[in-house]
């Protein structure tokens, strides 16, 4: 990961998932059976690394593979990649950044997605 990459990072916070994002990831999960867990920090107690971020985990080990979110003020999500090393991959929707973990959702042509 780059300088600049972490320092955007750390400039541009997540911000809270919306009904429709939360539903999304909920739908994304039960479709993708072979990702062991997916769910949204939200308690304040939570390590501020993945505070308001999805948190994915994916094969037999018990910790996050990704972290995924919407920086607050920037119309982008962000797929990073947690373990070995580290990535961070830019989408312009949740559904592309969830399926660039696990491809379960049909592209659509040029439909905006939450």
């Given amino acids: 990961m780059t300088d600049r990459t972490e320092h955007v990072l750390r400039t541009f916070p997540p911000r809270p998932l919306n009904p429709d994002e939360r539903a999304l990831v909920q739908a994304w999960l ?3 059976c072979d990702v062991a867990s997916a769910y949204v920090s939200e ?3 939570d390590d501020p690394a993945i505070y308001h971020r999805i948190v994915v985990t994916v094969g037999p080990e018990p910790t996050p ?5 919407a920086p ?3 119309s982008c999500w962000l797929v990073q990649s947690v373990g070995g090393e580290p990535s961070v991959r830019r989408f312009d ?3 592309a950044a969830l399926n660039a973990i696990r491809p379960v959702f ?3 042509g040029g439909a905006r997605e939450p």
């Fill in 30 to 32: 039960a479709i993708a």
């Fill in 106 to 108: 049909p592209v659509a």
């Fill in 72 to 74: 607050a003020g920037l």
């Fill in 43 to 45: 308690r304040r107690s």
């Fill in 93 to 95: 929707s949740l559904r």
């Fill in 65 to 69: 593979s990704f972290l995924i979110h």
